[in-house]
């Protein structure tokens, strides 16, 4: 009873600890926290307060080679309890009574399962995945046919699946669909990027084209001037010729009176 209370204290002590940051845990992890001296889990009453929302619960390596007192975990989805010294038929018949309407993944990996038989209490259970890793019923002759035949639920044993496949998720199906939103919102946003990259490109290339427009408004601006400025000089042109045909008009005219003028003054001499 001194080993019991010492046990139950430990436990005490390492389920407050992992505790601690929330009062309803959905996820509880004691791996080596305690090594039992009994090979027994805590006292159900130091579930009490979260047992009906914990959804995972791994305790491994503590020793472990009985689960009586197991308490209902009505919500239970991953169960681990691997590097203990669990054996027999009784152990799984705890755990289906305890957690079997809710459990898809059961982790017993190096325990002391020696027979394909002690695994009959999960025949009727939904268990999707089971680890018997390093167990000694792992390496019996048709140990994974016989696995399979015996729990119709299975879809992966030891990470692989009937035909040897390896499963490349090691999570439940919530968690994968989970994923799937995520990336389908991430490809949302990368679509609306896109959109925007064209737009961007579109308004782009608009403002590209004004500014052709531009161009090809100060290329005619600048023709109409090179004309204006060649009118402007021929305009000069067709004056200086006007003007010198005035010139030469004006001294052909004066030039007769001059010469009378030359003519009248010999005439007068000579008088």
Known sequence: MAAAGEDDAAWE????????????????????????????????????????????????????????????????????????????????AAVAEACGATLRHLDLGNNR??????????????????????????????????????????KYLDGADAQGNERLETDDEDYVEDEDDEEGEEEGEDGEGEEGEEDDGEEGDEENEE?????????????????????????ELDADADDKENIESKAGSSLPSKRKRDNDDDTNGDN
């Not at 000694?136 to 002759?141: Q, T």
């Not at 994974?144 to 639920?153: D, M």
């Open 113 to 154: 399962f020696a027979e394909v038989g002690e695994l009959e209490p999960l025949a009727k259970l939904g268990v999707e995945a089971l680890d018997l890793e390093q167990c000694p019923v792992s390496k019996a002759k048709g140990y994974r046919e016989k696995v399979f035949a015996l729990i119709p639920s299975l």
């Open 211 to 235: 500014y052709d427009e531009g161009d090809d408004d100060e290329e005619e601006g600048d023709e109409e001037a090179e004309d204006e400025e060649d009118e402007a000089d021929d305009d």
């Open 13 to 92: 002590r390492a389920i407050d600890a992992a505790t601690k940051a929330t009062s309803g845990p959905k996820t509880l992890t004691l791996d080596g926290a305690v090594k039992s001296s009994t090979g027994r889990l805590p006292s159900p009453a130091l579930f009490e307060g979260f047992a009906a929302s914990l959804e995972e619960l791994s305790v491994a390596g503590a020793r472990l080679s009985s689960l009586q007192g197991l308490p209902r975990l009505p919500a239970l989805r991953r169960l681990s309890l691997p590097d203990n010294r669990l054996s027999g038929a009784p152990a799984l």
